[in-house]
């Protein structure tokens, strides 16, 4: 969509200092995830081509550390360690880690209190638990899943200062809303999904991480998001590139999947996983981009481009909802997985229009996946149209 977007050459040094501020000697480490984290020994892990997101977290922070950039940014540490992938958007981590040595540290007792700055480049988002680790250890840090060449070109290149302003005068314009309601057309037929706020303030995730604040900043970043209070419809799903379901929301929760087209045993164990746990279904998010960036094919990116917008399932806490992990009947479903919807990701599904609906008046906010006037002015400082 923003593919003629010029971007500034990626700059370790501008990123850090833009979203942590100047370093005061702060102490700081990356963690990767690994199948085996016993394969950060003697950087074993670089000869897997399948783990490029690590080989990236190692090729981009570790050695531009050592390379120099930690003592330009007046940094310590640069050391990277390994723990165990999750195997689900931010499940919580196991405490187990390795070092390049081989050696056997604990998160909690090793690393979590002895390092002020902590950036994790992973296959898993770990949001979520990082950000409760970050309120009791009092860290600051990034979570970067999902890292590649294109993210690092342009989601990471960027000037956060202006992203934050940028997400600033969108999530003011959207703030206090009582409710949204998102229109999907798939074969022909429409179907609303219609999430209630309730004039909550809204919230932004905008890069920026300063001192004095533990917190964990997801890079990219630009995005507005609500944690709704409930939910009410129906909106498409994509389960694989050639299945398509459509989920039915009662009382803020899917309860049910209806094939559309496709492989049906998906849509049958979605419902058996509904049926089995039904926090699984509870929706924890809604949220919209903020930001002019190519398409990257992941969605720690994709879902900050202006013109997306996302539903997520599953825990909410790390967003200030009330979805914890101890609600799920099982741990590997305690996950946050954002749906998002964005026209090279899902072609088939199209959103034909969002609405803001706020103290008695109807806004468009998007139609098929372009921003509306509304956002546009919004952006420009304008008068907002009526």
């Excluded at 897997?48 to 050695?63: R, T």
């Excluded at 979590?112 to 860290?139: E, H």
């Excluded at 309730?198 to 630009?222: F, I, M, T, W, Y």
């Excluded at 989920?247 to 929760?253: A, P, W, Y």
Aim: aromatic fraction near 10%.
């Amino acid at each position: 969509m923003y593919n003629d977007e010029k971007f500034p050459p990626f700059s370790l040094q501008r990123l850090m200092t833009t979203c942590f501020g100047e370093g005061q000697g702060e102490k700081l480490c990356i963690l990767i995830d690994l199948p085996d984290p016993k394969e950060i020994e003697d950087f074993r892990f670089l000869s897997d081509e399948s783990l490029s997101i690590q080989n990236y977290g190692y090729e981009v922070f570790y050695k531009g550390f050592k390379n120099g950039d930690l003592e330009a940014l007046n940094y310590t540490g640069g050391d990277i360690f390994a723990y165990k992938e999750t195997g689900g958007s931010n499940l919580d981590m196991e405490d187990d880690c390795y070092d390049p040595d081989g050696k056997h540290l604990s998160l909690e007792k090793d690393i979590y209190p002895n390092y002020q700055i902590i950036l994790t480049v992973s296959t898993f988002s770990a949001t979520a638990p990082l950000t409760a680790q970050a309120k009791a250890f009092g860290f600051r840090g990034a979570t970067l899943h999902g890292l590649n060449q294109i993210i690092v070109e342009s989601g990471l290149a960027v000037d956060y200062n202006r992203i934050s302003d940028d997400a600033e005068k969108l999530r003011l314009g959207l703030t206090k809303a009582d409710r949204f309601e998102i229109d999907f057309e798939v074969e022909n037929q429409v179907t609303t999904l219609t999430l209630n706020t309730d004039q909550q303030e809204a919230q932004k995730s905008h890069g920026l991480c300063p001192r004095g604040k533990p917190d964990v900043a997801n890079l990219p970043a630009g995005e507005v998001y609500f944690v709704p209070t409930s939910a009410s419809g129906q909106f498409p799903f994509k389960y694989e590139e050639e299945t398509l379901g459509l989920l039915t929301v009662e009382d803020g929760k899917i309860i049910k999947s209806r094939l559309i087209y496709g492989d049906y045993s998906l849509v049958e164990e979605h419902n058996a996983k509904l049926a089995d746990d039904p926090m699984t279904g509870a929706l924890g998010e809604l949220g919209f981009g903020t930001q002019k960036l190519p398409f990257s094919g992941r969605d720690i990116q994709d879902e900050k481009i202006l013109g997306t917008c996302h539903i997520a399932t599953g825990r909410d806490d790390h967003l200030g909802g009330h979805l914890t992990p101890d609600l799920f009947k099982h741990r590997e479903n305690a996950s946050h997985d954002d749906v998002l919807y964005a026209p090279h990701k899902t072609p088939e599904i199209k959103v034909k229009q969002v609405r803001m609906y706020r103290d008695g008046e109807e806004t468009v906010i998007l139609e098929n996946y372009r921003p509306a006037a509304y956002l546009l002015n919004l952006l420009k400082g304008e008068a907002v149209l009526s």
